[in-house]
């Protein structure tokens, strides 16, 4: 049998060890450093269809992971300081966490991946692996799957809260036209959000969609968690296997493999690999690492979808009826114009609530981030020590279209949250970020729990002081007055508090071989090396116009079929 050793057992992870272990001839092991997920023992705060409290419990992410967000820009000469940035530590990875939006991007992005020299991706090739992995609930025909793992669905008009109808409607009175289907053909417009929830109305990560007991019993599968993956092992230029260790601590142990597949995420994976010798050459000998194979581009090209907010005080009228709801309810698709930009490269989320607690109940609003972003960072290695998180610098806003589109999007939330349609619904309109304020101001810990408990009763009870309140207490100060009527302050408040949307990806990424730069080829094996391949975010040569998780799942479903396509005797 051919042994495959699959190295972090996210979306992706999950996906290639559920569809390799088809294959009787190969003998497949995954290796998670999380806890183990399972349908009947799934955590309340991750059942749940709201997500707000499951990607705060430190159980659940790396909790010393940081990253900076911003770029040095204008008067800020100097980076950010690095902020928590949660990525989840458990099978499953992001879909144990994430918001469960199920939509896929343009069929342009993955054109754009082909033309950049990833042979064999274009839309053409990825459709029938996003059918492949969808049971749509709601909507058939050429672009939907109905019989795949994961159950694709879209709020009822009866789940939706007040406040998000009243700015769906808004919005479509500005012209935005209304479109019955987030992942039917690409157009600009108003949508209810596209999720992957079950028929019980509860989160269906990607570890139980696909790792099913059946799946769990096959003699070939061997799933292995509470493992950290240290070292991906080479015999020359041949990958051989890997070292691991216990999480919590303890000695190492060595997993001997025919492939390494790793698949630990676009911030880990490419640490991983620069552990293991491949990488800039010149970074791994400053941390007197053997170069195994000099490869520039891993840890480069780091991605994320920058984002902003404009927020809204919501009326008892316009709060979401039932505290278990989804908030994500719908969005808001739309083109920038500006010039070289592809159609429908801005994203609004239109949000019931902004956190799990009381005061996160009275705070509605639409969460914009650029869906077609042009800046990049880095991850690099902090150290050898495989304990130790990398560097993360995503440079957000360094290109100036993106910071351009931000801006853009304040005014345009400005004006729709303000529109008197909303009068009713809604009270005071102010910017907003996820900021690391608000993120402490979240925390399950008695001191925050008291404050947000106080600012919500005196945000009911102040009437006309309302605005002042928020303010003087939740804006510090800035006002969207302000910010709409100078430009040079606008500017500086979105390049100070811009935030990402938790989708790191592009620092192992796929290429031509006469681009340098390039990491891996179309059939996801890394360049310079043997018996080596990468399958997750990472692998992305642009970043999609989606939340980034279902087309994770669906380049995890096609890599499978690479891999299996190639058999025992050729793989490399």
Same mark, same amino acid.
């Given at each position: 049998?051919?042994?495959?050793? @699959?190295?972090?057992?996210?979306?992706?992870?999950?996906?290639?060890?559920?569809?390799?272990?088809?294959?009787?001839?190969?003998?497949?092991?995954?290796?998670?450093?999380?806890?183990?997920?399972?349908?009947?023992?799934?955590?309340?705060?991750?059942?749940?269809?709201?997500?707000?409290?499951?990607?705060?419990?430190?159980?659940?992410?790396?909790?010393?992971?940081?990253?900076?967000?911003?770029?040095?820009?204008?008067?800020?000469?100097?980076?950010?300081?690095?902020?928590?940035?949660?990525?989840?530590?458990?099978?499953?990875?992001?879909?144990?966490?994430?918001?469960?939006?199920?939509?896929?991007?343009?069929?342009?992005?993955?054109?754009?991946?082909?033309?950049?020299?990833?042979?064999?991706?274009?839309?053409?090739?990825?459709?029938?692996?996003?059918?492949?992995?969808?049971?749509?609930?709601?909507?058939?025909?050429?672009?939907?799957?109905?019989?795949?793992?994961?159950?694709?669905?879209?709020?009822?008009?009866?789940?939706?809260?007040?406040?998000?109808?009243?700015?769906?409607?808004?919005?479509?009175?500005?012209?935005?036209?209304?479109?019955?289907?987030?992942?039917?053909?690409?157009?600009?417009?108003?949508?209810?959000?596209?999720?992957?929830?079950?028929?019980?109305?509860?989160?269906?990560?990607?570890?139980?969609?696909?790792?099913?007991?059946?799946?769990?019993?096959?003699?070939?599968?061997?799933?292995?968690?509470?493992?950290?993956?240290?070292?991906?092992?080479?015999?020359?230029?041949?990958?051989?296997?890997?070292?691991?260790?216990?999480?919590?601590?303890?000695?190492?142990?060595?997993?001997?493999?025919?492939?390494?597949? =790793?698949?630990?995420?676009?911030?880990?994976?490419?640490?991983?690999?620069?552990?293991?010798?491949?990488?800039?050459?010149?970074?791994?000998?400053?941390?007197?690492?053997?170069?195994?194979?000099?490869?520039?581009? @891993?840890?480069?090209?780091?991605?994320?979808?920058?984002?902003?907010?404009?927020?809204?005080?919501?009326?008892?009228?316009?709060?979401?009826?039932?505290?278990?709801?989804?908030?994500?309810?719908?969005?808001?698709?739309?083109?920038?114009?500006?010039?070289?930009?592809?159609?429908?490269?801005?994203?609004?989320?239109?949000?019931?609530?902004?956190?799990?607690?009381?005061?996160?109940?009275? @705070?509605?609003?639409?969460?914009?981030?650029?869906?077609?972003?042009?800046?990049?960072?880095?991850?690099?290695?902090?150290?050898?020590?495989?304990?130790?998180?990398?560097?993360?610098?995503?440079?957000?806003?360094?290109?100036?279209?993106?910071?351009?589109?931000?801006?853009?999007?304040?005014?345009?939330?400005?004006?729709?949250?303000?529109?008197?349609?909303?009068?009713?619904?809604?009270?005071? =309109?102010?910017?907003?970020?996820?900021?690391?304020?608000?993120?402490?101001?979240?925390?399950?810990?008695?001191?925050?729990?008291?404050?947000?408990? @106080? +600012?919500?009763?005196?945000?009911?009870?102040?009437?006309?002081?309302?605005?002042?309140?928020?303010?003087?207490?939740?804006?510090?100060?800035?006002?969207?007055?302000?910010?709409?009527?100078?430009?040079?302050?606008?500017?500086?408040?979105?390049?100070?508090? =811009?935030?990402?949307?938790?989708?790191?990806?592009?620092?192992?990424?796929?290429?031509?071989?006469?681009?340098?730069?390039?990491?891996?080829?179309?059939?996801?094996?890394?360049?310079?090396?043997?018996?080596?391949?990468?399958?997750?975010?990472?692998?992305?040569?642009?970043?999609?116009?989606?939340?980034?998780?279902?087309?994770?799942?669906?380049?995890?479903?096609?890599?499978?079929?690479?891999?299996?396509?190639?058999?025992?005797?050729? +793989?490399?």
């Amino acid at each position: 049998m051919t042994a495959i050793l @699959i190295l972090g057992g996210g979306s992706a992870g999950c996906v290639l060890a559920a569809r390799l272990s088809e294959e009787p001839s190969f003998r497949v092991t995954l290796v998670e450093a999380g806890d183990d997920l399972t349908a009947a023992a799934m955590p309340p705060e991750i059942r749940s269809r709201y997500p707000g409290r499951a990607y705060l419990d430190p159980r659940n992410i790396w909790p010393a992971l940081t990253a900076r967000m911003g770029a040095p820009a204008g008067n800020r000469p100097e980076a950010p300081a690095p902020r928590a940035y949660e990525q989840a530590r458990r099978l499953g990875g992001g879909s144990a966490i994430n918001a469960m939006m199920a939509n896929r991007g343009a069929p342009g992005d993955y054109d754009e991946w082909g033309a950049l020299g990833a042979e064999g991706w274009s839309w053409k090739s990825c459709l029938p692996y996003f059918r492949k992995l969808e049971s749509d609930r709601d909507c058939e025909g050429p672009l939907h799957g109905r019989d795949g793992p994961l159950p694709i669905r879209r709020a009822t008009p009866g789940q939706l809260s007040p406040f998000v109808v009243a700015t769906m409607r808004a919005l479509q009175a500005q012209g935005h036209p209304a479109g019955a289907d987030q992942n039917g053909p690409w157009r600009d417009g108003v949508y209810v959000g596209t999720t992957a929830i079950s028929d019980d109305g509860e989160r269906v990560p990607v570890s139980v969609a696909y790792l099913t007991p059946a799946v769990r019993a096959r003699e070939n599968l061997i799933l292995r968690t509470g493992l950290l993956a240290e070292r991906v092992l080479f015999d020359g230029r041949r990958a051989v296997g890997a070292t691991v260790a216990p999480l919590a601590g303890g000695p190492s142990e060595t997993i001997p493999a025919d492939l390494v597949v =790793v698949a630990a995420g676009a911030i880990h994976s490419p640490a991983l690999l620069m552990r293991s010798g491949v990488g800039p050459g010149a970074m791994l000998r400053r941390h007197g690492l053997p170069v195994v194979a000099d490869r520039p581009g @891993i840890g480069r090209n780091l991605m994320e979808h920058p984002s902003i907010a404009v927020s809204a005080y919501l009326t008892p009228a316009g709060r979401v009826r039932d505290p278990h709801e989804h908030h994500e309810q719908a969005i808001l698709r739309y083109s920038s114009g500006l010039p070289g930009t592809p159609e429908g490269d801005m994203h609004g989320a239109i949000l019931s609530r902004t956190g799990w607690h009381s005061l996160g109940r009275r @705070i509605g609003g639409i969460f914009f981030w650029v869906n077609k972003s042009y800046s990049r960072g880095e991850v690099a290695l902090a150290s050898p020590d495989p304990r130790a998180e990398p560097l993360v610098d995503f440079r957000m806003l360094s290109d100036p279209r993106d910071l351009a589109r931000l801006t853009d999007a304040v005014l345009r939330g400005a004006r729709v949250l303000r529109d008197p349609a909303l009068a009713t619904v809604r009270g005071p =309109v102010f910017p907003a970020s996820y900021s690391p304020r608000v993120a402490r101001a979240a925390a399950r810990k008695p001191w925050p729990a008291v404050q947000r408990g @106080i +600012l919500s009763a005196l945000l009911d009870a102040v009437g006309p002081a309302r605005e002042a309140l928020i303010h003087g207490l939740v804006t510090q100060g800035i006002t969207l007055d302000r910010l709409l009527c100078d430009e040079r302050a606008l500017d500086a408040f979105v390049a100070a508090e =811009v935030g990402g949307t938790w989708h790191p990806s592009g620092t192992c990424r796929m290429g031509s071989a006469a681009d340098p730069m390039s990491v891996c080829d179309g059939f996801a094996r890394l360049r310079g090396v043997e018996a080596l391949r990468v399958c997750d975010a990472s692998l992305m040569p642009t970043i999609p116009r989606a939340n980034t998780n279902v087309p994770t799942v669906m380049m995890a479903e096609r890599v499978a079929d690479l891999i299996r396509r190639d058999g025992a005797a050729t +793989l490399h």
